[in-house]
T-cell receptor, first 116, second 110 residues
Framework: GAVVSQHPSRVICKSGTSVKIECRSLDFQATTMFWYRQFPKQSLMLMATSNEGSKATYEQGVEKDKFLINHASLTLSTLTVTSAHPEDSSFYIC????????????FGSGTRLTVV | ELKVEQNPLFLSMQEGKNYTIYCNYSTTSDRLYWYRQDPGKSLESLFVLLSNGAVKQEGRLMASLDTKARLSTLHITAAVHDLSATYFCAVEAYNNDMRFGAGTRLTVKP
């Protein structure tokens, strides 16, 4: 089946630094990928929709300049958390759906970000 | 805006009992998903429901969809401890993104 690889699985960074999270579709092409954030014991909140070759669409309240999304190819989207602060600590999950149709979303394994 | 309401949020069951989790959504959608999440892990796909009246079963879990009522249910039959997890329903919005319910944290006790 479809596989989405997300790296790193865990990262600890200092306040003020930037962290990049990668999301790769391994065996299919994804024109659209989605980035979610999940705080402890809460649901997944959509942050942005990443579109290959164009700008990402951000949800209301998500800072575009803080959460930079790049979808440079049909198999790779990256989320960069810039100038991270402790309140950015969260579980970040990406998902992708195969280009050209299909109805299944495949989720990455998630990235646990801790900002100290 | 598409809203997804899931209940109950917490469910403590004894092994062998049956129970149902409910998922209501606010706008028309033909695609509803159920996921399982274990602590510290990502989402595991359980069911994809694509049409009114769809029913799918896997082991002790059965999911159904009523698009007219905008309601999906996840029924648990004869619960076992291994089913302890958080279950999310998610509805696909018009622009193909997904909105999640708040999740149901299920604990199955011996």
């Amino acid at each position: 089946g479809a596989v989405v690889s997300q790296h790193p699985s865990r990262v600890i960074c200092k306040s003020g630094t930037s962290v990049k999270i990668e999301c790769r579709s391994l065996d299919f092409q994804a024109t659209t990928m989605f980035w979610y954030r999940q705080f402890p014991k809460q649901s997944l909140m959509l942050m942005a929709t990443s579109n290959e070759g164009s700008k990402a669409t951000y949800e209301q309240g998500v800072e575009k300049d803080k959460f930079l999304i790049n979808h440079a190819s049909l198999t790779l989207s990256t989320l960069t958390v810039t100038s991270a602060h402790p309140e950015d600590s969260s579980f970040y999950i990406c998902s992708a759906r195969e280009a050209g149709g299909g109805y299944g979303y495949t989720f990455g394994s998630g990235t646990r970000l801790t900002v100290v | 805006e598409l809203k997804v309401e899931q209940n109950p949020l917490f469910l403590s069951m004894q092994e062998g009992k049956n129970y149902t989790i409910y998922c209501n959504y606010s706008t028309t959608s033909d695609r509803l998903y159920w996921y399982r999440q274990d602590p510290g892990k990502s989402l595991e796909s359980l069911f994809v429901l694509l049409s009114n009246g769809a029913v799918k079963q896997e082991g002790r879990l059965m999911a159904s969809l009523d698009t007219k009522a905008r309601l999906s249910t996840l029924h648990i039959t004869a619960a076992v401890h291994d089913l302890s997890a958080t279950y999310f329903c998610a509805v696909e919005a018009y622009n193909n993104d997904m909105r999640f319910g708040a999740g149901t944290r299920l604990t199955v006790k011996p």
